[in-house]
């Protein structure tokens, strides 16, 4: 009775086995065919899909890769990235694109503070939503996010009060964790509490620029005694750490500016440099540009002289085609005249004015509950691009939406507003970034 019932046991087992191998060689049937017919002679030339591929986006190629290994390694090659890459530069100078990195969400999705970030991409023409991606960001931010410029449509998302340091990748919802900083190490040893971190002047802003040998993250900032390193024993008038994504490790430059960097402004990159406004020193302001191929700062030789003697806090400073650009809010006309660098660097040319207070906009004002005419206001607004009807996107630090100024007919068309941002205490910069 025992032996049978092992013989219907053993039977049983080869049967299942059996069944699993004729199962195994219908999938290989399967998948042989598949890339029979992907890589059949009669299909294209692999020249002309190749061609084809170049022209997609980011997200149908990640598709296609999941269908033929031949595909897959044609898309994953250092050349086909670099001239894919090349071919979407070219295709944003016809069809310009504009992204908000904000803590607003999708209707019906759902928002965990702290770790989610929304990205949403406008056409910069017709202000038409492109996309939205929700991204999680395992390690929170403590309330507190930078995000810096784009750098080939790669984000650096870092918080000054916690260890967070991502890349960010929001076509593709790739990111990887760097490791924190030392100032980042400094200021959670010194744990200043919600009242003296308002009355902390570091520089909180980083710079994300792309050299030859690869792209690097440059970090000024001012020495304070709550930044004190022990590691870097000779302590001037400011620090600069650079991250170097080969050796995955901060490291510390030896020459820095001899100037205290105004710790309202964000860098500005352009042209192969990356710039800071200083602190005034005798009654001006200076401007400190760092070369990323030499990795060594220098003082631009002219400023216009209207920028050079006034406070800091009027001045706003941005890069619009690659030019370094500045600008600067009258006290009593009010109106903002903005300034293009050459690229020789001894040059400034006026290219726009924006008179403000001549707008008749109170519809646009009321939907984005900030008066963008205000007479008394001496902070310039930030132009984040030019349109092809010559109409200026503008935002402003102390609004959280953009407007497009027409200076034909001097008047404000409301173009983006986040209105998950009301009431809430949290401090994230929204960033507006021209891609």
């Known amino acids: 009775m025992e032996t049978a019932e092992k013989r219907v046991t053993i039977a049983s087992s080869s049967q299942r086995k059996r069944k699993r191998r004729k199962i195994r060689r219908i999938i290989r049937k399967r998948r042989r065919r598949n890339e029979k017919l992907l890589t059949a002679p009669s299909s294209l030339p692999n020249d002309?899909?190749?061609?084809?591929?170049?022209?997609?986006?980011?997200?149908?190629?990640?598709?296609?890769?999941?269908?033929?290994?031949?595909?897959?390694?044609?898309?994953?090659?250092?050349?086909?990235?670099?001239?894919?890459?090349?071919?979407?530069?070219?295709?944003?100078v016809v069809h310009p694109k504009v992204m908000v990195i904000t803590d607003e969400k999708e209707p019906g999705w759902t928002l965990r503070p702290d770790t989610d970030i929304g990205f949403?991409?406008?056409?910069?023409?017709?202000?038409?939503?492109?996309?939205?991606?929700l991204i999680n960001f395992p390690q929170g931010f403590f309330h507190c996010t930078f995000v810096s410029e784009n750098c080939d449509g790669l984000f650096c998302i870092h918080s000054p009060q916690s260890h967070s340091v991502y890349v960010v990748n929001p076509a593709t919802r790739w990111l990887r964790q760097l490791p924190p900083s030392r100032f980042q190490i400094s200021m959670h040893k010194f744990y200043p509490t919600r009242e003296e971190w308002k009355f902390t002047d570091s520089l909180f802003h980083l710079?994300?620029?792309?050299?030859?040998?690869?792209?690097k993250l440059v970090w000024l900032y001012n020495c304070e005694n709550y930044n004190a390193d022990a590691s870097f024993p000779?302590?001037?008038?400011?620090?600069?750490?650079?991250?170097?994504?080969?050796?995955?490790?901060?490291?510390?430059l030896s020459c820095t500016p001899s100037y205290r960097i105004f710790y309202n402004q964000k860098p500005a990159y352009a042209n192969g440099s990356v710039y800071w406004l200083t602190e005034p020193y005798n009654a001006r302001i200076e401007v400190v540009a760092f070369d990323i191929q030499t990795e060594t700062f220098r003082?631009?030789?002219?400023i216009i002289l209207a920028i050079a003697d006034s406070d800091p806090n009027h001045i706003d400073m941005c890069s619009l085609d690659n030019h370094l650009c500045m600008s600067k809010r009258e006290h009593v006309t009010m109106i903002q005249d903005i300034w293009r660098l050459k690229p020789s660097e001894d040059t400034w040319?006026?290219?726009?004015?924006?008179?403000?207070?001549s707008?008749?906009?109170?519809?646009?004002?009321?939907?984005?509950?900030?008066?963008?005419?205000?007479?008394?206001?001496?902070?310039?607004?930030?132009?984040?691009?030019?349109?092809?009807?010559?109409?200026?996107?503008?935002?402003?630090?102390?609004?959280?939406?953009?407007?497009?100024?027409?200076?034909?007919?001097?008047s404000l068309d409301l173009f983006y507003r986040n209105y998950m941002s009301r009431g809430k205490v949290t401090y994230f910069q929204s960033l507006i970034s021209h891609i």
């Open 48 to 92: 002309a899909i190749e061609e084809i591929f170049l022209r997609l986006p980011v997200k149908a190629l990640i598709r296609l890769k999941s269908l033929s290994k031949q595909w897959r390694v044609a898309i994953e090659s250092l050349s086909f990235a670099e001239r894919h890459l090349k071919i979407a530069e070219q295709h944003r």
């Open 120 to 133: 949403r991409t406008f056409c910069l023409e017709s202000g038409s939503t492109l996309s939205f991606s």
């Open 207 to 215: 710079a994300f620029v792309k050299a030859a040998a690869g792209y």
């Open 234 to 252: 000779s302590e001037g008038v400011t620090k600069c750490e650079v991250f170097d994504f080969r050796a995955n490790t901060w490291r510390y």
């Open 299 to 302: 003082l631009l030789p002219n």
């Open 349 to 357: 040319e006026k290219i726009f004015s924006i008179d403000l207070i």
């Open 359 to 410: 707008c008749h906009s109170p519809r646009t004002e009321i939907r984005d509950m900030f008066e963008w005419s205000q007479k008394d206001m001496v902070k310039p607004s930030t132009p984040v691009a030019v349109c092809k009807n010559k109409k200026i996107l503008l935002s402003h630090r102390c609004s959280r939406g953009l407007v497009k100024y027409d200076p034909l007919t001097k």
